[in-house]
């Protein structure tokens, strides 16, 4: 049997069979890998980094979507940077939009998932509400003079191709691109192996934003088994309203997810978004950012 093996950390390494190799090449951005294991199923590796697999992936898009969505409350105009999987797109959707603007730098990635990992996106990309653009996301946030209600941030580690996905321009150009009251929720990474990373994205969207708070989703196949996610926007206690408003909220979703529910969307900005004492950071969040209490 052949084994995969993950080395994204210095000190940390982690494995999975590969049953079977479905897809491997290089696009003209990354490697791609996709391949069979007996417990996740299908699984997206690009630059040797696991994405997502299908077991488990409705848990990280389910949090990247619904918690933005469910805070704002009537988002019409969604962006969505990076997401070539569908998987976000797809939860998007599930809401009464009037339109969701998915942008991709990588136009081999949607191609490979639709083809391969059709579960995924569900149909997401042949919905009528949904704008796919195969371009730079810095390029069209600059370019662009649509304005939005809520912006997800579904990228790769703040390395290679999304690596300008995490600068503080990007961030303000962001801002720039959302209406009143709206919201973005950036991907931050496996907080207990990338600390630096999340007080990183926290204190770049600080210098844009009223109010930041991450918060947290268990994904199994992640390291650490936990993902970091930072949702910001003009009001701290607008990024996660009471469990009375988010249910009134959700009627429509009731049975159309897996993992989010009210309940969860208020556990998962109350949880520990670090796992450091904080007298071993080299980098302090600016004061008050991973105060998370609801």
């Known amino acids: 049997m052949n084994w995969f093996q993950e080395k994204l950390y210095e000190h940390h390494k982690q494995m999975l069979s590969m049953e079977s190799v479905i897809y491997h090449w290089r696009t003209e951005f990354q490697d791609v890998l996709i391949f069979e294991n007996a417990t996740f199923g299908k699984v997206l590796v690009l630059d040797g980094i696991v994405q997502l697999t299908e077991r488990d992936n409705h848990i990280y898009h389910e949090m990247i979507a619904h918690v933005p969505m469910l805070a704002h409350g009537s988002a019409q105009e969604v962006l969505i940077i990076g997401g070539g999987d569908g998987g976000t797109l797809r939860e998007v959707l599930k809401h009464p939009v009037e339109r969701a603007t998915l942008v991709e730098l990588d136009g081999e990635v949607i191609d490979l998932s639709r083809r391969h990992l059709p579960g995924i996106s569900e149909r997401a990309f042949d919905d009528p509400r949904a704008s796919v653009l195969v371009m730079d996301g810095t ?92 949702a910001a926007g003009g009001s701290r206690d607008g990024l996660c309203p009471p469990c009375r408003v988010l249910r009134e909220r959700f009627g429509a979703l009731q049975g159309r997810t897996r993992y989010y529910v009210p309940e969860v969307h208020r556990a998962a900005f109350i949880l520990a ?8 950071r080299e980098d302090p969040m600016p004061a008050g950012v991973l105060k998370s209490g609801a």
Do not use: K
């Open 273 to 280: 978004p670090s796992f450091e004492p904080s007298s071993l």
């Open 139 to 230: 390029r069209y946030i600059a370019e662009t003079e649509s304005m939005f209600d809520v912006i997800i941030i579904d990228s790769t580690d703040p390395m290679g191709p999304g690596e300008p996905l995490f600068t503080p321009a990007f961030y303000r150009a962001c801002r720039s691109r959302l209406r009143p009251g709206g919201l973005i929720v950036v991907q931050s990474g496996a907080p207990f192996f990338q600390p630096a990373n999340l007080e990183m994205v926290c204190g770049r969207l600080a210098a844009s934003f009223s109010a930041v708070r991450p918060y947290l989703a268990p994904v199994p196949t992640y390291a650490g088994g936990m993902l970091a996610l930072v």
